[in-house]
């Protein structure tokens, strides 16, 4: 079955970075657009980053020039790079991506303090 493993999350500082990655397993990882979405307290999921099989990338208007998604198909593993780090970037980040329904991960938690 699919399954979606995200880590690397934590408290920093604003300014500073992350680095989170997605281990996925349960289907062809290399044909699929993976994404990472973030969701705030109080607040709806929101998309954060795509990329696509071949490499192509969609950020949030938010998260541009900051963030970078990135995809390793031979470890089946995508990767987020936060830098210069905002306290509205505090939230729990997820993993998806889509095979027939819509899969999600656990979560992994990023506090960004002021």
């Known amino acids: 079955q699919v399954q979606l493993v995200e880590s690397g999350g934590g408290l920093v500082q604003a300014g500073g970075s992350l680095r989170l990655s997605c281990a996925a397993s349960g289907f062809i990882f290399s044909i699929r657009t993976m994404g990472w979405y973030r969701q705030a307290p109080g607040n709806e999921r929101e998309l954060v980053a795509t990329?696509?099989?071949?490499?192509?990338?969609n950020y949030a208007d938010s998260v541009k020039g900051r963030f970078t998604i990135s995809r390793d198909n031979a470890k089946f593993t995508v990767i987020l790079q936060m830098d210069s780090l905002k306290p509205e970037d505090t939230g729990v980040y997820y993993c998806?991506?889509?095979?027939?329904?819509?899969?999600w991960g656990q979560g992994t938690q990023v506090t960004v303090s002021s």
């Open positions: 998806s991506t889509e095979r027939s329904r819509r899969y």
């Open positions: 990329i696509t099989p071949g490499g192509s990338t």
